[in-house]
């Protein structure tokens, strides 16, 4: 038998992003897994539209928009609770290939050092284009990057390779290993979610893998970016605010003692140059945002809730 998936989709207010997602999923050609969607305290009933015109989906409510984490952690909860094997999180603004989820699991199965797998991701928009190759994490400068973002695809991009971390756009693990790191980090909300639990799961001693034959097309900016241009930008500043802060909590609880002054001073570097792009652009409330971030992050830290 094959080893059964939840699929989990997290919804909100996007019935027709989702409703496109759940369409492209029904042309897998795997066939034990269950699309699980999660939805985020949606005001305009899109959770039961979904269900509605998709009745063999798992509609998981939510009476507040608990973020990323929150709403996939949900859906990990079904997943474990119901005794699947796997859990994947996909982001609802994204198309797949029909062999994708195959490609994936063929090689967790025959590769049992490996805890967690992702697609390559082309943006959708030109699906010639990475939109995510491979994702990577500097010790010594403390950031983390993507390979090939915005590039066509070129060898190193088309080989089968470990990464530092796994992107929450497409991510798949078993749920064996869930069942000893716990869950998505909730107070984190939403960006670096994945790259603490990735972290979590390599401490463990298991590989980390970008495979290039599952393939998958990403809209991308689709939470954090308004449609029309105001005198702050298109991106909100709770974005910045929770970019910021989370990612001081991933150098605050990853960083070595030994890399500690050159990522101290990188990020010192980094964030002044941050904001004084925001005071020439006249941008005074994401300035005070990025500040009241970095506040946070130094007082505040990642919590990893048990499972219980």
Request: proline fraction near 3%; include cysteine; charged fraction near 15%.
């Amino acid at each position: 038998m094959q080893p059964t998936v939840a699929i989990i989709l997290v919804n909100w207010n996007s019935f027709e992003v989702t409703n496109d997602c759940i369409v492209s999923l029904k042309s897998i050609d795997y066939v034990s897994h269950t699309i699980v969607v999660v939805d985020n305290g949606s005001v305009d009933g899109s959770g039961d539209r979904l269900l509605q015109l998709h009745p063999e989906i798992v509609l998981i409510k939510s009476a507040t928009n608990q973020g990323f984490t929150g709403g996939n952690n949900l859906g990990f909860e079904y997943s474990l609770n119901q005794g699947y094997d796997y859990s994947m999180m996909l982001n609802n603004d994204t198309f797949v290939e029909p062999d994708f989820l195959s490609v994936l699991i063929n090689y967790m199965e025959n590769q049992p050092s490996v805890g967690i797998i992702q697609p390559r991701i082309q943006f959708n928009h030109n699906r010639s284009v990475l939109w995510n190759g491979g994702s990577y994490y500097s010790k010594w400068f403390g950031f983390l990057y993507t390979k090939g973002f915005n590039k066509l695809p070129d060898a190193s991009h088309l080989q089968i390779k470990e990464v530092d971390w796994v992107t929450g756009c497409a991510f798949l693990t078993r749920n064996a290993i869930l069942r000893k790191t716990g869950l998505l980090a909730q107070n984190m909300f939403i960006y670096s979610e994945d790259v603490d639990l990735s972290f979590r799961i390599k401490a463990l001693g298991f590989k980390l893998v970008y495979h290039p034959d599952a393939v998958i097309y990403h809209i991308a900016g689709m939470s954090n970016k308004s449609k029309t241009k105001g005198k702050e930008g298109f991106v909100n500043p709770i974005v910045h605010y929770l970019n910021q802060r989370n990612r001081i909590w991933i150098l605050k609880k990853y960083t070595n003692w030994f890399h500690a002054p050159t990522v101290i001073l990188s990020n010192i570097f980094y964030i002044s140059l941050i904001l004084g792009y925001f005071a020439a652009r006249r941008r005074f409330t994401k300035i005070k945002t990025v500040v009241r971030a970095v506040q946070d992050g130094l007082k505040g830290s990642i919590i990893n809730d048990p499972i219980v």
